[in-house]
């Protein structure tokens, strides 16, 4: 019976019709059926590329995106870029791109759609570059210089269309966008993320971690052109989203949480320099959450319960440990081990191409970033969980967020040789 209910769905997804596919079947079929074709394509020996989510699904969805603007003669559409940043969605803004597509042409608003879309993609590869600390071959400071006279909207007036409705909940910042002169990291917040993280790599568990940022620090003395960056994702990862990311990045000093734990994470020193070559990511699995752990630091008295009996008039006055239950803040993370293609973002790309037929051969062995008990590989897919007294000192889910989305694409994008990641020529940022 399950082997014929398995055949019936094969033959259901090889013949649906993709121009029907709608929210209601998609959220319907999660889970099913992709899960067994995922395993079946799967390459043995290889680090499995699950991070890119709903394959399957993704996969119908980005030809039905492509299908739309099969008869739209813009160029920066058929690119690696937008295929890319597509691919970086998950399936439900697909499902959001693909209806709003259908929704507003063929009128004007169908092509203003088209060339928020366009800038998106633009910005894509540029704001990669800005989180890629590994970019830069041999260094591995992160130290950024960037170009301020950037072309479109400047922090100014992206200020200015970034205004979002009072009622908002994160509605896009309203203070002036300052340019802190000073490069000094904080050590005293390296310290506390150091406690957080009990002095040991979140990953491996091993002594002695070094303190990565998940934004490089750099950044610090570059928002102008961090705002424009995320003002130009928008219409990909949402207003709301962004209009956050923003304001805890791009914000004065008091409000950027570039030096706060918050953007802290501790890693062995191998993990740390995979890290910067987007090598591996760490996925939030939603959004942090309290949960009750146990704390054995909490010491209780013991005491004869009657001093007068003499049934425990030997027994005496001592102290014992105890564990009780305290409530804590915890984000979870996913770690995937990322593979590589050699698609530049200028190239053309067809929209039937699927990813997993382009990732590059790697020796999954180079990878191994071991851990003392047991000395073993780390695997993909390791659940991650890092805890603290208060939501704001852990790693911030939102800045996670973009990282894996940001590192997703790099992966999609010439990862696997970051000297073909030039962008149109244009030289925007150099790195020191």
Not at 36 to 55: A, I, K, Q, V
Request: proline letters at 5%; one cysteine or more.
């Amino acid at each position: 019976m399950m082997a014929l209910t398995l055949m019936a769905e094969i033959f259901e997804r090889n013949y649906l019709d993709i121009n029907t596919l709608t929210r209601r079947q998609i959220t319907n079929r999660k889970g099913s059926l992709s899960d067994h074709l995922y395993t079946m394509s799967t390459t043995e020996g290889l680090p499995d590329p699950n991070y890119l989510g709903d394959f399957e699904q993704k996969l119908l969805l980005i030809r039905k995106i492509y299908g739309s603007l099969d008869e739209i003669t813009m160029p920066e559409l058929k690119t690696a870029r937008f295929w890319s940043g597509l691919w970086v969605l998950d399936v439900h803004s697909l499902v959001d791109i693909a209806e709003k597509l259908e929704e507003v042409r063929p009128c004007r608003a169908f092509y203003t759609y088209l060339t928020k879309h366009i800038s998106a993609a633009a910005d894509f590869p540029r704001l990669i570059r800005t989180f890629m600390k590994g970019y830069d071959q041999g260094k591995d400071s992160g130290v950024a210089q960037f170009d301020e006279e950037i072309s479109g909207d400047t922090a100014s007036s992206a200020t200015k269309k970034c205004r979002a409705s009072s009622s908002e909940q994160w509605a896009a910042p309203k203070k002036t966008l300052q340019e802190p002169p000073k490069r000094t990291r904080n050590k005293a917040k390296s310290d506390e993320a150091l406690e957080r993280d009990n002095k040991r790599c979140i990953v491996t568990n091993m002594e002695l971690p070094k303190v990565c940022h998940i934004v490089p620090f750099a950044l610090s003395t570059c928002k102008r052109v961090l705002w424009s960056l995320l003002h130009g994702m928008k219409v990909w990862y949402g207003e709301e989203a962004m209009n956050k990311v923003q304001f805890i990045l791009c914000e004065e000093d008091d409000d950027s949480i570039i030096d706060e734990p918050a953007n802290m994470l501790c890693l062995n020193a191998k993990l740390h320099e995979y890290w910067a070559d987007g090598k591996f990511m760490l996925k939030p699995n939603g959004k942090p959450y309290v949960v009750a752990v146990e704390d054995d630091s909490v010491t209780a008295e013991r005491q004869p319960a009657n001093q007068s009996n003499s049934r425990h008039s030997m027994r005496t006055r001592s102290a014992a440990r105890r564990t009780v239950n305290k409530l804590r803040w915890c984000q979870e993370m996913t770690f995937h081990w990322l593979r590589w293609t050699n698609i530049k973002m200028t190239d053309r790309v067809n929209y039937v191409w699927d990813p997993r037929d382009e990732f590059q051969p790697r020796d999954h062995e180079t990878l191994g970033a071991t851990s003392p008990d047991p000395w073993e590989t780390v695997t993909d897919g390791k659940l991650i969980k890092v805890y603290a007294d208060r939501e704001a000192d852990l790693p911030s889910y939102d800045l996670l967020q973009l990282q894996a989305n940001l590192v997703t694409g790099f992966s999609l994008t010439a990862g696997a040789d970051p000297k073909l990641y030039d962008s149109d020529g244009e030289d925007l940022y150099e790195f020191l």
